[in-house]
Protein backbone atom coordinates (compact mmCIF):
# COMPACT_ATOMS: atom_id res chain seq x y z
CA UNK A 1 0.00 0.00 0.00
CA UNK A 2 2.55 2.19 0.46
CA UNK A 3 4.87 2.00 -2.01
CA UNK A 4 2.14 1.83 -4.40
CA UNK A 5 0.94 5.33 -2.91
CA UNK A 6 4.75 6.81 -2.60
CA UNK A 7 5.42 5.77 -6.20
CA UNK A 8 2.00 7.52 -7.46
CA UNK A 9 3.06 10.61 -5.20
CA UNK A 10 6.17 10.51 -6.80
CA UNK A 11 5.05 9.99 -10.81
CA UNK A 12 2.23 12.54 -10.45
CA UNK A 13 5.11 15.10 -8.19
CA UNK A 14 8.00 14.43 -10.83
CA UNK A 15 5.43 16.45 -13.38
CA UNK A 16 4.57 19.31 -11.27
CA UNK A 17 7.83 20.18 -10.35
CA UNK A 18 9.21 20.21 -14.38
CA UNK A 19 7.48 23.44 -14.89
CA UNK A 20 9.21 25.13 -12.47
CA UNK A 21 12.90 24.06 -12.41
CA UNK A 22 12.96 24.16 -16.37
CA UNK A 23 11.72 27.98 -16.32
CA UNK A 24 15.74 28.28 -14.92
CA UNK A 25 19.04 27.11 -16.40
CA UNK A 26 21.35 25.75 -13.83
CA UNK A 27 23.04 28.82 -13.10
CA UNK A 28 19.63 30.10 -12.13
CA UNK A 29 19.03 32.38 -14.79
CA UNK A 30 16.14 32.29 -16.76
CA UNK A 31 15.99 30.19 -20.16
CA UNK A 32 16.69 32.20 -22.65
CA UNK A 33 13.21 31.84 -24.28
CA UNK A 34 11.79 33.74 -21.42
CA UNK A 35 14.68 36.33 -20.56
CA UNK A 36 12.76 39.37 -22.93
CA UNK A 37 9.94 39.11 -20.75
CA UNK A 38 11.11 38.44 -17.07
CA UNK A 39 13.07 40.65 -14.43
CA UNK A 40 14.23 39.12 -11.73
CA UNK A 41 11.48 40.75 -10.06
CA UNK A 42 9.30 39.71 -12.70
CA UNK A 43 9.77 36.32 -12.45
CA UNK A 44 8.69 36.46 -8.39
CA UNK A 45 5.96 37.53 -9.92
CA UNK A 46 5.24 34.88 -12.19
CA UNK A 47 6.40 32.43 -9.38
CA UNK A 48 3.52 33.71 -6.94
CA UNK A 49 0.66 34.73 -10.10
CA UNK A 50 1.44 30.90 -11.17
CA UNK A 51 0.69 29.40 -7.87
CA UNK A 52 -2.03 31.39 -6.81
CA UNK A 53 -3.85 30.29 -9.83
CA UNK A 54 -2.31 26.40 -9.92
CA UNK A 55 -3.85 26.32 -5.65
CA UNK A 56 -6.67 27.90 -6.22
CA UNK A 57 -7.85 25.55 -9.20
CA UNK A 58 -6.63 22.58 -6.43
CA UNK A 59 -8.92 23.33 -3.99
CA UNK A 60 -11.47 23.15 -6.64
CA UNK A 61 -10.50 19.96 -8.46
CA UNK A 62 -10.35 18.86 -4.40
CA UNK A 63 -13.52 20.05 -3.40
CA UNK A 64 -15.11 18.56 -6.42
CA UNK A 65 -13.93 15.18 -5.29
CA UNK A 66 -14.53 14.88 -1.43
CA UNK A 67 -18.23 16.25 -2.66
CA UNK A 68 -18.68 13.39 -4.40
CA UNK A 69 -16.79 11.05 -2.24
CA UNK A 70 -17.65 12.79 1.31
CA UNK A 71 -20.64 15.12 0.02
CA UNK A 72 -19.32 18.33 1.09
CA UNK A 73 -17.04 20.51 -1.23
CA UNK A 74 -15.53 21.90 1.63
CA UNK A 75 -13.64 20.20 4.94
CA UNK A 76 -16.56 21.13 7.02
CA UNK A 77 -16.54 18.14 9.41
CA UNK A 78 -12.82 18.69 10.10
CA UNK A 79 -11.70 20.06 13.69
CA UNK A 80 -10.19 22.89 15.16
CA UNK A 81 -7.17 20.80 15.54
CA UNK A 82 -7.59 19.57 12.14
CA UNK A 83 -7.53 23.36 10.82
CA UNK A 84 -4.69 24.46 13.04
CA UNK A 85 -2.19 22.17 12.48
CA UNK A 86 -3.16 21.46 8.99
CA UNK A 87 -3.57 25.19 8.17
CA UNK A 88 0.20 25.72 9.92
CA UNK A 89 1.25 23.12 7.39
CA UNK A 90 0.03 24.87 4.28
CA UNK A 91 1.75 27.87 5.48
CA UNK A 92 4.82 26.17 6.11
CA UNK A 93 4.55 23.66 3.15
CA UNK A 94 2.56 25.46 0.58
CA UNK A 95 3.88 28.64 0.85
CA UNK A 96 7.11 29.56 2.56
CA UNK A 97 8.99 26.18 1.54
CA UNK A 98 8.36 26.96 -2.07
CA UNK A 99 9.06 30.03 -1.98
CA UNK A 100 12.75 29.80 -0.32
CA UNK A 101 12.83 27.15 -2.94
CA UNK A 102 12.61 29.43 -5.94
CA UNK A 103 14.81 32.02 -4.49
CA UNK A 104 17.52 29.75 -3.96
CA UNK A 105 17.05 28.99 -7.76
CA UNK A 106 17.49 32.37 -8.84
CA UNK A 107 20.20 32.65 -6.74
CA UNK A 108 22.62 29.42 -6.55
CA UNK A 109 20.61 27.23 -10.01
CA UNK A 110 18.14 24.52 -10.12
CA UNK A 111 20.65 21.43 -9.50
CA UNK A 112 22.43 22.80 -6.90
CA UNK A 113 19.61 23.88 -5.04
CA UNK A 114 17.81 20.33 -5.71
CA UNK A 115 21.22 19.05 -4.28
CA UNK A 116 20.72 20.89 -1.05
CA UNK A 117 16.92 19.62 -0.88
CA UNK A 118 17.93 16.18 -0.71
CA UNK A 119 18.61 16.76 2.62
CA UNK A 120 14.74 16.92 3.30
CA UNK A 121 14.30 13.29 4.21
CA UNK A 122 16.87 13.29 6.74
CA UNK A 123 15.56 16.57 8.20
CA UNK A 124 11.72 14.90 8.35
CA UNK A 125 13.35 12.29 10.06
CA UNK A 126 15.36 14.36 12.81
CA UNK A 127 11.73 16.59 13.14
CA UNK A 128 9.42 13.16 13.35
CA UNK A 129 11.17 11.64 16.22
CA UNK A 130 11.37 15.35 17.93
CA UNK A 131 7.90 15.77 17.40
CA UNK A 132 5.72 12.99 16.65
CA UNK A 133 8.36 10.17 18.70
CA UNK A 134 8.50 7.86 15.63
CA UNK A 135 12.03 6.10 15.65
CA UNK A 136 13.06 4.58 12.68
CA UNK A 137 15.28 1.17 12.92
CA UNK A 138 18.28 1.07 11.69
CA UNK A 139 17.57 -0.78 8.75
CA UNK A 140 15.35 2.20 8.03
CA UNK A 141 18.13 4.90 8.96
CA UNK A 142 20.43 2.98 6.72
CA UNK A 143 17.98 3.15 3.73
CA UNK A 144 17.52 7.17 3.88
CA UNK A 145 21.09 7.26 3.86
CA UNK A 146 21.87 4.96 1.36
CA UNK A 147 18.77 6.64 -0.67
CA UNK A 148 19.86 10.78 0.29
CA UNK A 149 23.61 9.50 -1.30
CA UNK A 150 22.08 8.03 -4.45
CA UNK A 151 20.10 11.57 -5.25
CA UNK A 152 22.82 13.24 -4.55
CA UNK A 153 25.37 11.73 -6.87
CA UNK A 154 22.60 11.85 -9.55
CA UNK A 155 21.76 15.57 -9.11
CA UNK A 156 25.44 16.19 -9.35
CA UNK A 157 26.94 17.56 -12.31
CA UNK A 158 29.44 19.51 -14.04
CA UNK A 159 27.47 22.64 -13.79
CA UNK A 160 27.42 22.24 -9.71
CA UNK A 161 27.90 25.27 -7.83
CA UNK A 162 30.12 24.11 -4.86
CA UNK A 163 31.15 28.11 -3.83
CA UNK A 164 27.72 29.24 -3.73
CA UNK A 165 26.34 32.60 -1.68
CA UNK A 166 25.60 31.57 1.46
CA UNK A 167 22.24 33.38 0.96
CA UNK A 168 21.10 31.09 -1.55
CA UNK A 169 22.66 27.79 0.49
CA UNK A 170 19.93 29.01 3.57
CA UNK A 171 17.21 30.08 0.90
CA UNK A 172 17.60 25.75 -0.17
CA UNK A 173 17.64 24.57 3.36
CA UNK A 174 14.88 26.83 4.17
CA UNK A 175 12.81 24.68 1.30
CA UNK A 176 14.04 21.68 2.54
CA UNK A 177 13.13 22.77 6.12
CA UNK A 178 9.73 23.81 5.11
CA UNK A 179 9.07 20.82 2.84
CA UNK A 180 9.93 18.66 6.42
CA UNK A 181 8.17 20.87 8.58
CA UNK A 182 4.92 20.89 6.31
CA UNK A 183 5.30 17.10 6.60
CA UNK A 184 5.36 16.61 9.47
CA UNK A 185 2.95 19.02 11.11
CA UNK A 186 0.50 17.27 8.29
CA UNK A 187 0.41 14.11 9.94
CA UNK A 188 0.18 15.79 13.76
CA UNK A 189 -3.09 17.42 12.61
CA UNK A 190 -4.67 14.91 10.09
CA UNK A 191 -4.39 11.04 11.93
CA UNK A 192 -6.90 9.51 10.72
CA UNK A 193 -8.67 12.48 8.97
CA UNK A 194 -9.52 12.53 5.50
CA UNK A 195 -6.10 12.42 3.18
CA UNK A 196 -8.00 14.83 0.31
CA UNK A 197 -10.01 16.77 2.73
CA UNK A 198 -6.56 17.64 4.27
CA UNK A 199 -4.98 18.43 1.39
CA UNK A 200 -7.73 20.94 0.59
CA UNK A 201 -6.83 22.58 4.19
CA UNK A 202 -3.35 22.85 3.15
CA UNK A 203 -4.33 24.36 0.02
CA UNK A 204 -6.63 26.83 1.35
CA UNK A 205 -4.03 28.65 3.74
CA UNK A 206 -1.67 28.33 0.92
CA UNK A 207 -3.75 30.18 -1.28
CA UNK A 208 -4.17 32.82 1.21
CA UNK A 209 -0.51 33.60 2.03
CA UNK A 210 0.04 33.67 -1.77
CA UNK A 211 -3.59 35.82 -2.31
CA UNK A 212 -1.51 38.00 0.49
CA UNK A 213 1.97 38.24 -1.43
CA UNK A 214 0.52 38.68 -5.31
CA UNK A 215 -1.59 41.90 -3.39
CA UNK A 216 1.21 42.96 -1.66
CA UNK A 217 3.74 42.90 -4.94
CA UNK A 218 0.55 44.01 -6.71
CA UNK A 219 0.20 41.62 -9.27
CA UNK A 220 -3.32 40.96 -9.97
CA UNK A 221 -3.47 42.42 -13.62
CA UNK A 222 -1.16 39.96 -14.04
CA UNK A 223 -3.24 37.12 -12.49
CA UNK A 224 -5.75 38.35 -15.00
CA UNK A 225 -3.46 38.04 -18.46
CA UNK A 226 -2.63 34.98 -16.84
CA UNK A 227 -6.05 33.59 -16.97
CA UNK A 228 -6.72 34.53 -20.00
CA UNK A 229 -3.46 33.26 -22.01
CA UNK A 230 -4.25 29.91 -23.26
CA UNK A 231 -0.84 28.35 -23.40
CA UNK A 232 0.05 29.64 -19.57
CA UNK A 233 -3.24 28.10 -18.05
CA UNK A 234 -2.52 24.64 -19.24
CA UNK A 235 0.13 24.97 -17.83
CA UNK A 236 -1.15 26.07 -14.51
CA UNK A 237 -3.86 23.26 -14.49
CA UNK A 238 -1.12 20.42 -15.51
CA UNK A 239 0.69 21.99 -12.18
CA UNK A 240 -2.61 22.22 -10.03
CA UNK A 241 -3.55 18.56 -11.54
CA UNK A 242 -0.55 16.97 -10.32
CA UNK A 243 0.80 19.13 -7.75
CA UNK A 244 -2.12 19.74 -5.14
CA UNK A 245 -4.57 17.73 -6.35
CA UNK A 246 -3.26 14.40 -6.74
CA UNK A 247 0.81 14.43 -6.10
CA UNK A 248 0.23 16.42 -2.53
CA UNK A 249 -2.72 14.11 -1.32
CA UNK A 250 -1.02 10.76 -2.22
CA UNK A 251 2.00 12.26 0.00
CA UNK A 252 -0.64 12.91 2.65
CA UNK A 253 -1.72 9.13 2.20
CA UNK A 254 1.42 8.08 2.82
CA UNK A 255 2.35 9.76 5.83
CA UNK A 256 -0.59 8.63 7.17
CA UNK A 257 0.66 5.08 6.73
CA UNK A 258 4.17 4.79 7.25
CA UNK A 259 6.93 7.17 9.54
CA UNK A 260 7.39 10.51 8.01
CA UNK A 261 11.08 9.91 7.66
CA UNK A 262 10.42 6.96 5.09
CA UNK A 263 7.56 8.58 2.95
CA UNK A 264 9.98 12.08 2.88
CA UNK A 265 13.05 9.91 1.49
CA UNK A 266 10.73 7.76 -1.20
CA UNK A 267 9.34 10.98 -2.09
CA UNK A 268 12.75 12.49 -2.72
CA UNK A 269 13.34 10.11 -5.45
CA UNK A 270 11.37 12.71 -7.41
CA UNK A 271 14.98 13.68 -9.52
CA UNK A 272 15.70 9.89 -9.95
CA UNK A 273 11.99 9.75 -11.78
CA UNK A 274 12.52 12.50 -13.94
CA UNK A 275 15.51 11.20 -15.43
CA UNK A 276 14.27 9.12 -18.23
CA UNK A 277 11.04 11.83 -18.91
CA UNK A 278 13.79 14.60 -19.23
CA UNK A 279 15.56 12.50 -21.79
CA UNK A 280 12.56 12.10 -23.98
CA UNK A 281 10.79 15.47 -23.67
CA UNK A 282 13.56 17.97 -23.84
CA UNK A 283 16.48 15.99 -25.04
CA UNK A 284 18.80 15.83 -21.98
CA UNK A 285 21.48 13.43 -22.03
CA UNK A 286 21.19 10.62 -19.52
CA UNK A 287 24.74 10.86 -17.94
CA UNK A 288 26.87 8.02 -16.28
CA UNK A 289 26.06 10.12 -12.71
CA UNK A 290 22.73 9.93 -13.45
CA UNK A 291 22.65 6.10 -14.25
CA UNK A 292 24.81 4.95 -10.72
CA UNK A 293 23.31 7.40 -8.48
CA UNK A 294 19.83 6.35 -9.99
CA UNK A 295 20.65 2.75 -9.18
CA UNK A 296 22.00 3.81 -5.78
CA UNK A 297 19.03 5.85 -4.59
CA UNK A 298 16.76 2.81 -5.65
CA UNK A 299 18.86 0.17 -3.48
CA UNK A 300 18.30 2.32 -0.38
CA UNK A 301 14.51 3.04 -0.94
CA UNK A 302 14.62 -1.04 -1.42
CA UNK A 303 15.87 -1.50 2.24
CA UNK A 304 12.82 -0.22 3.25
CA UNK A 305 10.96 -3.05 1.97
CA UNK A 306 13.21 -6.15 3.04
Not at 137 to 150: A, D, E
Request: positive net charge; aromatic residues 14%.
Amino acid sequence: MIFRTNIAHITFHAFSITYWRDRFDTDGSLLDAERPFFSKSGSKSRFAVGNIIRIFLGILFLGVTTFFTRGMFFPMDATPYNWFWLGLSGVVGFFLGDLFLFKSYTLIGSRTSQLIMSLAPMITAIIGWLFLSEILPVKSILGIIVSISGIMIAVAGKKLKLNIPLKGFLYALGGALGQAVGLVLSKKGMGDYDAIAATQIRAIFGFVCFFLLVTFLKRWRRVSLAVKDRTSMKSITLGAVFGPFVGVTLSLYAVQHTHTGIAATLMALVPIFIIVPSAIMFNEKITARQVIGAVISIAGASIFFL
